[in-house]
C-alpha cells in the first residue's frame, strides 16, 4: 500500500538519527561507518576543533562534551559530560551536544568557566583545557555544584602542565560554597573585566556569570543601552537584552531566557520584521520568502517550555510536540479528567516525524495557522475540538505577540472520538505496510501479537537478516553492519531472532571498549538507551535497578535510598564505592549491565560493580527471548550462556544494620584506575558477645585470579565463631592466606602484593568494626584515608614599576586555549585531498626483518599506499649526526636488523584515520634470527658486556685521593635504582605536511624545528629552503618533542612527497607509547665513607643510564654534574656509564640528568643519615658547600615559613612514641597509619647553549608591534614572557603586541626548547630587538614634544626607519650562567594496611630571580613538582621480559597522577627580593628545578616507613625500597603481613 497522503509523514522506522551539536541540527545515516566516535565526527565532520581528542579509551578527558539528553524512564532532562571518543555518534539520537565553542568563544564572548580557567592561570598548554571546562560545565549545569562534588569530579582529566591546582581552584571560584577568600581572587586579578568583554557590544557579558546557570534574578538593575546598527536598523541593544546575541550578516541573533528579553527585544526592534526561532521548523512547511531581520531564539525560555498539571492543565507554548505527547500519556494515566489527552497525543503522534516533533513547538504549529489560514493544523484543530485556550503575551501599545500558554479544557471524558481512522493513514513507504510499530501501543510493553510481522530481506556482510519494520523505532544501514534503536526489551528479542548468529553488541554506554579494545566491530548495533525499563528502578519494598542504569544515577538512587529506606541504609557504602569506578563522564553514560558483561567475557576484570553486588547478595534477572525471565545469582550469571539475553534487573536485598559491611578499592592513585585488589566483607555479628558471626559471612575479592569470588574456607571457618577473638582471627587469617592464590599477568601487581592486601584488607575490616578492647593504637588501621579539600597559597613579589614586567599575567593564549581557539597540529581545517598515515611497529626486540607482505592491507579500500626503508630516496634517518646530540643515525624506518620491539618499520596511508589505523595490523611481517631481547639495566651491567656498556664521563680529579681513615667513621655500600617516565603529553607526536609550489609546508609537533628541516631534507634529498616548517604551539613537550618528533615528522614527509598530496600522521597514544623513548632510567652503585656526622668524606659511585637502542642523547654526564646540588662534592668520585639496551632510544624528559642526578645524592645523604643514625636533614646540613650560604638562608626561612620543626615534632608524636632510633618494644601510637615528613634542598646549575633568532617588527599605522621567535610554546610561558619583556623594553602597553607562531624562516638554524632556557633566551634576542628599534627611532623624536608612542612611530616611518629587527642569542651576548636554588618540605600519610597514601602538605621555595611573570613561573613549579609526583609514585613501565614489548602503552595501566593525587596542601612562594645579577632582566628559569625537589616524596615515605618496619620487627637500618613508590612498593616495603596482625 502506497503512502495515502502527501500531507502526512509516513512512519517507517528513521533511517537516519538527529541530534545537534551547539544548537545546530546533524543527521546522520548509512553513510557514516559503524565505528564512528562522536569526537571523530565533532571533528572530522561538523569541523569543530575546540574538542580534542588523545587516549580514545576514556582515559585523560581531553575529548569530552556536555550532552543534554531525556532520560528514558524518568523523561527528565540532564545536562551530563561523556567522553565524546567512547561515545558511537549512532547513539546520539535526541541529543543536544555543547562543545567548547558553543559556550563560548571570542565572537559571542567567553563563559565565565573559560575565563576563570584562563585567568587563574588553570591552562599551560592548554590541550586538557576545553575537555576541563566542558567537563565542569557539565557538572554545572544542572545544579549548583559545591568544591568536594567539583574536587572530586576530575578524575577522568588529566592534565600533565599545571599540577592540577589551579585548574581546581578556578572551577572552585563558581561553587557554591566558594570561600570569601577565593572570591576576592578572582576579583583581585587584574583586568578581569578585559578577559570578559563582549566583541560584539564591547561590554561585560553578563550571561557570563555565574548567575546565568540559574534562573532570571530578577535584577533589572544596571541595564546599559548600546547601539547596535542593524541593517539600517538603528536598534537599541542592551547586554542584558538575551543571553546570546550575534551580530549576522545582515541580521541579529537574540537567545533569551524569559519572555521579559523577548518583550524588551519587541520594543527595541520597532516594526524590524522579527521571527521567534521554536523549534524553526515551520520553514519545512512555507519556506520564508525573505529573511527577518531579527531572530528571537526561545529555545531557552523555561516559562515557554514548561507546563503545569495542577489544577487545569497548561502547556507552555513552546512546549515540544513529542513532550507534548510524552506530558499527555503520563497525564491521561494519573488525571482522570484529562484520560482524553491521549487521544490527543497520538494525534499529534501523526504530526510530521519524530525529529521535527522533538523540537517543532505548539506555538509554532499554531503561528502558522495563524499566518497562513489554509495550514490543516492538526494541533489547531485537536485544541479547538477540546475547547482550549491560549494566552496570549502581549506588549503594551504594540501588536506584536507571542503564545504563551495553552490551556486545556477540564472534564472531557476518554469517549471523544475524533480520531478516528486516522491511524490508517499511516502506511510505511519502505514496506508499503501500516507501520503499527508506530502507532501508541508500540512504545510500550509487548501486546502479544505477533501476527501481521511483514519481514524485508536486509543484507548484512553476507548474513541475510529478515529485518522487520517492527523491529526497532530507528534502523540504520551502515557499512557491513545494522544499527537499530530500540525501545524496548521485546524489539530486542526481534532482533535476536532475525539476526541469528551474526555478532551483536547492546549498546549501553559503549563504554566497555574503554577497557577491552573491540578487535573486530560487530555487524548488529543495538542500542538499548531509550529502553525505559532497563533504564528504570523501582523501590518499592525491594530495591530493583534496571540493568542499565548508568553508574551514576545508581549512585545517585543509592544516596536517596540509603537515607530513606532504613533496609537499604547500607547502599551509601556501594555508593561510595562504585564514586570509584572510571570517572564521572564515563559513570554518565556506562551501565550497570554493561560492567556485568566485561566481566561475563573477561573473567580477569577487577569489576567493581560485581565485587560489590556479590557482596550484598544481591541477584539478577535475565532475560530472554519470549519473555522468560530467570532470577540468577551473581555467581550463577558468571557461567551462563548470554547469548540472546539481557540483564533486565537487579534486585538488591535488604540488609539491616545488624549486619557489617565493608567494601575496599585499592588501586595505583586516588581516582579512575581500575583496582589491584578490591574487596567486600558482609558479617551479620553480635558485637558484643566477643563479635559472634551469627550467620556464614561474605567474604568476596577482585583481582585476585581469574575465577576467585569468594573465600570460600575462610566463610566456612568463621561461621559461628567469634571474630574479635585474637586466635580465631590468627587461624583465619591462615586459612585466608591458603586459598588466595594470585595468579601472575603483567603489567599487573605481583601475586605477592595482592594476597598479602587481600589479608590485610580483611584485618582493616576487622579494626573498623571497633572491636571491644581494641587497644588505642590499631583503632586508626580501621580507618580509611580521609582526603579533605585540597588548597593551596602562591607567593611571590611583582615590581609594578616594571610592569608589565613581573605582573602576574594570564597567558597570552589562555582564552584562545580554555575555550578550543588554540590550534594544535591536528586542528588544522581538513586539506583537500587529504591523506592520513600510522606506523607500522616490529612486534619482536631482537631480530631482523626477513618479509614485508603489505598486500592484505593494501586490499582495504581507502589504503593507499605502505612505505618502508627502501621507499626513502636520501637517508634513512632522523637524527643527523651533525646536530648537536647526535651520534649515530637512527632509522626512520627498520630496515631490517631490528633495535627493539614497537619500532617503526613502515607507514600505511589512507583515506581516513581511522583506515590507517586498522590497517596497521593487516601488514605482515616475518621475522628471523629472533632472540631475547636486552631489557633490565642490572642484568646488561652484571654481563660486563663492552658493547653494551660505556664510560661517558671519567670522574673528575679530587682533592685527596685516599681519604684519611682516621675521619672516616663509616663505609656505606649501596645502590639506587629507578626506572623510566613516559611524558605523557596529551598531544600525541604529529605532523602534518602539505606538498607545496616550492616544497613543503611541515607542520610537527616540535620542539627543534631546525632537526626537523635537516631531518626531512636529509631523507627526501630536497634542498633545506624547499621545507617550511611552522610550529604555533604544541600540546605538552616536555623533552619528548625535541628528537623523537622527527621520526614522525620525517615519514610523513615521504608520504606527502611520495603521494604528492597532504599527510597527516597522528599517532595513536599506543603506538607514541611503543614506538618512542622515555626518560632513562639509571641504576647507581655508591660507596660512601662519612664521619660521624654524616659528613662525606669521600664518595665513590658508578652512575648507568639506560640509553635504550642508540647512544644518542646520552645523559649521564649531566646527571653526575647535577649530582653535586648544594653540596660540597670536592671528595666525589662519580663515573658516568651509559648501558645499551634493547628498548627505544632513551630522550630528553622534563629535568633530564637533573633530576636523577640530585635523586641519587639525595638518596644517598638519607642513606648515610640512617646509618649515623643522624637527622637526614643535619645530615643534608653537614654536607652543603661551605659557598652556598643562599641554600642555608632559604632552609631558615622555609622552616619558619612550613613551621618545619612544629610539624615534624607532630608526625613524630602521631607516628613514633620516641626518637626513632631508641624505639624499643612499645608503640602507643598509631600502628598501621603513619605520617613521615622530609626536607630537601636544591642547587641547579643552569647552563645557556644553543642559538634562538627572534624578529620584532613595528607597524607603523597604528603601532603595534609582532614578534616572532626561535623558541616553541609548549606550555611554558614563552610567549607571554617575550610579550611582557617586548612591551616593557618598548615602554608599550601588553596588549599592542603580538607574538606569532614560531617558523624557520626567522629563526632558521635556531636551537631546540628545552633545558628551561628558551623562555630566557627567546626573551633576551626580543629585547635585544627592541633596543636596536629603539635606537634606530630615537631620531625621530626630534621636533615631537612628547610623543605617543603611535605619534614617534608614525614619525619613524616617515623617515624610512626599518621597523623592523632581528637577533640571534648568542651573538656578542653577556648573559652568564648561574645556579637557582630551592627548598621543599613534604609531608605524606601512609596507610600500612593498604599502601596507599596521601600528600598532605607541600611547602616550596623556588628562586625565580625576580620573575618576569609570577602566575606563569608559580605554574612552573607545581606542573614540575606534581609531574615528579608520577615519576616517584605511580608510573610504572612494564615491558614483556619475551619480546620486549611494552606493556603499560594505555591510560588503562600507566598512570600520572591525578587532580586528587596532589598535595592537599600545596604552597608555593618564589623567593622574595633575589633579582638574579647575571640571567636576562633578573630572572631565573623555572621549567625544570622544581621537578628535581619531588624527590622529597620519598624520603618522607621513608621516614614513615622507618617506623613501620621498626614496628614491624626489623632493625632500624637501611633498606632498599623499590621504586617507583606505588602503592604495591610502598605496601611491601611497610612488611606488612598476617603475622603482624594483633587485635
Ligand atoms: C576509563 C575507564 C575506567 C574504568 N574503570 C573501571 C573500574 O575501575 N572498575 C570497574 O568495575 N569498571 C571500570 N570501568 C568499566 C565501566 O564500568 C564499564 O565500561 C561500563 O560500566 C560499561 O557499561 P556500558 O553501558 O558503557 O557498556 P557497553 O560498552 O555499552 O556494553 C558492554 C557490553 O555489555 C553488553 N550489554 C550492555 N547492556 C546489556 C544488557 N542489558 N544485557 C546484557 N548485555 C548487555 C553489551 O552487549 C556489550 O557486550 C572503566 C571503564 C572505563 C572506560
Ligand atoms: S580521548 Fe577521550 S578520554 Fe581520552
Ligand atoms: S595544560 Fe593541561 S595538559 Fe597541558
Not at 555565574?210 to 547601539?227: K, L, P, T
Amino acid at each position: 500500500m502506497a503512502c495515502m497522503s502527501s500531507r502526512l509523514e509516513c512512519f517507517a522506522p528513521a533511517s537516519e538519527i538527529t541530534f545537534t551539536i551547539n544548537e545546530k541540527k546533524y543527521t546522520v545515516s548509512g553513510d557514516i561507518p559503524p565505528g564512528t566516535s562522536l569526537n571523530t565526527y565533532i571533528r572530522n565532520h561538523a569541523n569543530l576543533r575546540g574538542t580534542k581528542v588523545m587516549c580514545h579509551e576514556g582515559g585523560c578527558g581531553s575529548c569530552i562534551v556536555a550532552v543534554r539528553s531525556q532520560n528514558a524512564f524518568t523523561k527528565e532532562k540532564s545536562t551530563y559530560a561523556v567522553n565524546s571518543c567512547l561515545v558511537r555518534v549512532h547513539a546520539c539520537h535526541g541529543w543536544a551536544i555543547k562543545t567548547i565553542e558553543g559556550i563560548g568563544n571570542k565572537k559571542t564572548g567567553y563563559n565565565i568557566l573559560q575565563t576563570r580557567l584562563a585567568q587563574m592561570n588553570g591552562t599551560q598548554c592548554g590541550y586538557c583545557s576545553p575537555g576541563m571546562v566542558m567537563n565542569m560545565y557539565s557538572l554545572k549545569n544542572d545544579k549548583a555544584v559545591n568544591m568536594q562534588e567539583l574536587e572530586n569530579s576530575f578524575g577522568g582529566n588529566i592534565c600533565r602542565c599545571t599540577g592540577y591546582r589551579s585548574i581546581l581552584e578556578a572551577f572552585k571560584s563558581v561553587a557554591v560554597d566558594a570561600p570569601p577568600q577565593l572570591k576576592n581572587k578572582v576579583e583581585d586579578i587584574e583586568e578581569l573585566h578585559k578577559m570578559k568583554s563582549c566583541p560584539n557590544s564591547g561590554m561585560t557579558c553578563s550571561w557570563n556569570s555565574n548567575d546565568d546557570y540559574g534562573e532570571d534574578d530578577g535584577d533589572d538593575s544596571n541595564e546599559d543601552f548600546v547601539h547596535v546598527n542593524v541593517h539600517g536598523a538603528e536598534i537599541e541593544q542592551s547586554p542584558k537584552l538575551s543571553r546570546i546575541h550575534l551580530n549576522l550578516k545582515n541580521a541579529q541573533w537574540f537567545k533569551v531566557t524569559n519572555t521579559k528579553e523577548i518583550f524588551e527585544i519587541f520594543d527595541k526592534v520597532g516594526n524590524v520584521p522579527y521571527v521567534l526561532v521554536g523549534g524553526n521548523t515551520a520553514r519545512g512547511v512555507y519556506r520564508l520568502t525573505v529573511e527577518p531581520q531579527i531572530y528571537i531564539d526561545v529555545q531557552d525560555v523555561a516559562e515557554l517550555k514548561s507546563y503545569s498539571t495542577d489544577s487545569t492543565l497548561t502547556l507552555g507554548g513552546n512546549l515540544s510536540l513529542n513532550d507534548c505527547i510524552n506530558l499527555f500519556n503520563t497525564v491521561s494515566k494519573t488525571k482522570y479528567n484529562y484520560a482524553y489527552t491521549e487521544i490527543l497525543a497520538r494525534h499529534i503522534d501523526l504530526i510530521a516525524n519524530v525529529p521535527v516533533r522533538n523540537v517543532g513547538t505548539i506555538a509554532g504549529n499554531l503561528s502558522i495557522k495563524h499566518e497562513h489560514p489554509e495550514f490543516p493544523s492538526d494541533l489547531f484543530l485537536i485544541l479547538v475540538t477540546v475547547g482550549a485556550t491560549l494566552t496570549i503575551g502581549e506588549l503594551l501599545h504594540i501588536t506584536l505577540s507571542c503564545v504563551l500558554s495553552i490551556k486545556l479544557m477540564n472534564s472531557i471524558r476518554g469517549d471523544v472520538t475524533i480520531l478516528s481512522e486516522l491511524h490508517k493513514m499511516k502506511s510505511c513507504p519502505n514496506s508499503g505496510m501500516t507501520c503499527s510499530w508506530n502507532s501508541n501501543d508500540d512504545y510500550g510493553e509487548d501486546d502479544g501479537d505477533d501476527s501481521n510481522e511483514d519481514f524485508v530481506h536486509v543484507n548484512v556482510h553476507g548474513a541475510e537478516i529478515e529485518q522487520s519494520p517492527k523491529l526497532s523505532r530507528i534502523h540504520l544501514n551502515l557499512k557491513n553492519a545494522q544499527w537499530f534503536k530500540v525501545t524496548n526489551t521485546k524489539e530486542i528479542f526481534e532482533i535476536f531472532d532475525k539476526v541469528g548468529n551474526v555478532p551483536y553488541v547492546l549498546v549501553g554506554g559503549n563504554t566497555a571498549r574503554g577497557v577491552y579494545r573491540l578487535t573486530v566491530e560487530p555487524q548488529i548495533y543495538i542500542d538499548v538507551q531509550d529502553v525505559a525499563e532497563l533504564k528504570s528502578y523501582s523501590t518499592d519494598s525491594t530495591l530493583t535497578l534496571g540493568g542499565n542504569l548508568s553508574l551514576n544515577d545508581c549512585i545517585n538512587l543509592f544516596n536517596t535510598v540509603s537515607k530513606t529506606k532504613y533496609n537499604y541504609a547500607y547502599t551509601e557504602i556501594l555508593a561510595r564505592h562504585i564514586d570509584l569506578i572510571a570517572n564521572v563522564p564515563v559513570r554518565n553514560v556506562g551501565t550497570i549491565a554493561g560492567n556485568l558483561s566485561i566481566k561475563h567475557e573477561h573473567p580477569e576484570f577487577p569489576s567493581d560493580l560485581f565485587l560489590i553486588l556479590v557482596t550484598v547478595g544481591a541477584t539478577l534477572t535475565i532475560a530472554s527471548k519470549g519473555f522468560l525471565y530467570r532470577n540468577v545469582s551473581m555467581i550463577d550469571y558468571l557461567d551462563m550462556d548470554m547469548k540472546h539475553k539481557v540483564i533486565k534487573s537487579i534486585t538488591l536485598p535488604q540488609i539491616d544494620d545488624t549486619y557489617s559491611l565493608k567494601t575496599y578499592k585499592i588501586m595505583p592513585r586516588a581516582q579512575n584506575a581500575h583496582a589491584y585488589v578490591n574487596a567486600g566483607f558482609l558479617f551479620k555479628l553480635n558485637k558484643t558477645a566477643k563479635g559472634k558471626v551469627l550467620k556464614k559471612p561474605i567474604i568476596v575479592y577482585g583481582g585476585i585470579n581469574p575465577y576467585f569470588v569468594h573465600a570460600v574456607n575462610t566463610e566456612n571457618f568463621l561461621d559461628g565463631k567469634n571474630l574479635f577473638d585474637f586466635k580465631t582471627l590468627q587461624t583465619a587469617m591462615k586459612i585466608l592466606d591458603a586459598e588466595l592464590k594470585p595468579d601472575q599477568v603483567l603489567p599487573d601487581a605481583s601475586p605477592t602484593f595482592r594476597r598479602r592486601l587481600a589479608s590485610a584488607l580483611f584485618y582493616k575490616f576487622i579494626l573498623s568494626l571497633s572491636p571491644p578492647g581494641l587497644p588505642a593504637r590499631l583503632l586508626s588501621g580501621g580507618q580509611d584515608l580521609v582526603r579533605p579539600l585540597s588548597s593551596g597559597k602562591q607567593q611571590f613579589d611583582t615590581d609594578k614599576t616594571e610592569w608589565p614586567l613581573t605582573k602576574p599575567v594570564p597567558k597570552l593564549e589562555a582564552l584562545a586555549q580554555c575555550s578550543g581557539e588554540a590550534q594544535y597540529i591536528n586542528d588544522l581545517p581538513a586539506l583537500p585531498n587529504e591523506t592520513f598515515a600510522a606506523f607500522v611497529l616490529t612486534s619482536v626486540g631482537q631480530g631482523y626483518i626477513s618479509d614485508i607482505d603489505p598486500s592484505q592491507a593494501l586490499k582495504v579500500p581507502g589504503v593507499l599506499k605502505f612505505l618502508c626503508a627502501k621507499d626513502i630516496p636520501g637517508l634513512n634517518n632522523f637524527t643527523p649526526v651533525d646536530l648537536p646530540s647526535f651520534e649515530e643515525y637512527e632509522e626512520v624506518f627498520c630496515s631490517g636488523e631490528i633495535k627493539y620491539a614497537g619500532q617503526p618499520l613502515g607507514l600505511i596511508v589512507a583515506e581516513t584515520q581511522a583506515l590507517a589505523l586498522e590497517s596497521v595490523s593487516k601488514v605482515k611481517v616475518e621475522y628471523s634470527n629472533v632472540v631475547h631481547p636486552h631489557l633490565e639495566m642490572r642484568d646488561i651491567i652484571a654481563s660486563g658486556d663492552k658493547t653494551r656498556i660505556r664510560v661517558e664521563k671519567e670522574p673528575d680529579a679530587v682533592k685527596k685521593d685516599v681519604p684519611d681513615p682516621n675521619e672516616v667513621a663509616h663505609v656505606i655500600k649501596g645502590s639506587f635504582d629507578i626506572g623510566t617516565q613516559y611524558h605523557f603529553t596529551m598531544e600525541t607526536q604529529q605532523c602534518v605536511c602539505v606538498p607545496t609550489e616550492d616544497g613543503m609546508d611541515v607542520y610537527p609537533s616540535s620542539q627543534w624545528m631546525d632537526l626537523t628541516q635537516v631531518g626531512i631534507a636529509r631523507a627526501l634529498s630536497i634542498p633545506e629552503n624547499s621545507i617550511n616548517v611552522k610550529v604555533r604551539r604544541i600540546g605538552g613537550g616536555y623533552g619528548s618533542k625535541i628528537s623523537r618528533n622527527s621520526i614522525v615528522s620525517v615519514a610523513c614527509a615521504l608520504a606527502a612527497q611520495v603521494l604528492n598530496r597532504p599527510v597527516r600522521l597522528i599517532m595513536s597514544l599506543e603506538s607514541n607509547m611503543e614506538a618512542l623513548g622515555k626518560r632513562c632510567d639509571i641504576a647507581v652503585n655508591y660507596e660512601v665513607g662519612t664521619d660521624n656526622s654524616g659528613k662525606v668524606q669521600y664518595l665513590k659511585a658508578d652512575f648507568y643510564e639506560n640509553a635504550g637502542s642508540s647512544w644518542n642523547e646520552i645523559m649521564v654526564p649531566d646527571s653526575v654534574s647535577f649530582m653535586t646540588s648544594c653540596y660540597d662534592s670536592s671528595a666525589w668520585k662519580v663515573r658516568g656509564l651509559g648501558v645499551r639496551s634493547d628498548i627505544p632510544s632513551t630522550t630528553w624528559c622534563r629535568g633530564p640528568g637533573s633530576t636523577e642526578g640530585v635523586a641519587t645524592i639525595e638518596h644517598i645523604m638519607q642513606h648515610v643519615a640512617k646509618v649515623v643514625k643522624k637527622d637526614p636533614l643535619q645530615v643534608r646540613l653537614n654536607n652543603v658547600s661551605s659557598d652556598d650560604t643562599v641554600i642555608l638562608q632559604m632552609v631558615k626561612d622555609l622552616k619558619v615559613s612550613a613551621d618545619y620543626d612544629a610539624r615534624k615534632g607532630s608526625v613524630d608524636a602521631h607516628t613514633h612514641t620516641q626518637e626513632l632510633s631508641t624505639i624499643t618494644a612499645t608503640f602507643q601510637n598509631n600502628r598501621w597509619m603513619k605520617r613521615g615528613i622530609a626536607l630537601v634542598p636544591l642547587k641547579y646549575a643552569l647552563a645557556y647553549a644553543g642559538n634562538f633568532s627572534a624578529l620584532v617588527s613595528i607597524y607603523a599605522a597604528d603601532g603595534t608591534v609582532a614578534v616572532a621567535h626561535g623558541g616553541i610554546e609548549c606550555g611554558q610561558g614563552i610567549n607571554t614572557k617575550v610579550a611582557q619583556a617586548v612591551a616593557y623594553t618598548l615602554g608599550i602597553s601588553l596588549e599592542l603586541v603580538s607574538v606569532k607562531p614560531s617558523n624557520n624562516l626567522t629563526a632558521p638554524n635556531n636551537a631546540t626548547t628545552g633545558a628551561s632556557i628558551t623562555s630566557e633566551l627567546c626573551t633576551y634576542a626580543s629585547v635585544q630587538c627592541c633596543k636596536e628599534l629603539l635606537k634606530r627611532m630615537e631620531p625621530a623624536k626630534k621636533g615631537l614634544k612628547d610623543p605617543t608612542w603611535p605619534q614617534w612611530v608614525q614619525a619613524a616611518y616617515q623617515q624610512n626607519i626599518d621597523l623592523c629587527a632581528t637577533h640571534m642569542y648568542p651573538y656578542n651576548d653577556d648573559v652568564k650562567m648561574y645556579d637557582i636554588f630551592g627548598v621543599t618540605v613534604c609531608e605524606v600519610e601512609v596507610d600500612l594496611l593498604t599502601g596507599r597514601h596521601q600528600i598532605l602538605r607541600v611547602d616550596i621555595i623556588e628562586d625565580a630571580g625576580k620573575s618576569m611573570s609570577p602566575e606563569i613561573d608559580i605554574g612552573q613549579v607545581e606542573g614540575a613538582f606534581v609531574m615528579g609526583l608520577g615519576y616517584w609514585l605511580t608510573e610504572y613501565v612494564v615491558y614483556d621480559p619475551n619480546t620486549g614489548k611494552l606493556l603499560t602503552n594505555r591510560t588503562w595501566n600507566y598512570k600520572p597522577p591525578g587532580a586528587k593525587d596532589i598535595p592537599i596542601d600545596f604552597r608555593v612562594e618564589l623567593r622574595k627580593n633575589a633579582p638574579n645579577p647575571f640571567g636576562v632582566l633578573r630572572s631565573k628559569a623555572t621549567g625544570e628545578p622544581p621537578l628535581c625537589m619531588s624527590c622529597s616524596v620519598l624520603f618522607a615515605l621513608r621516614y614513615a616507613l622507618d617506623s613501620a618496619r621498626i614496628e614491624a620487627g626489623k632493625p632500624d637500618e637501611w633498606y632498599q625500597m623499590n621504586l617507583p613508590a606505588t602503592v604495591e612498593h610502598i605496601f611491601l616495603t611497610s612488611l606488612t603481613n598476617i603475622d603482624l596482625f594483633t587485635l
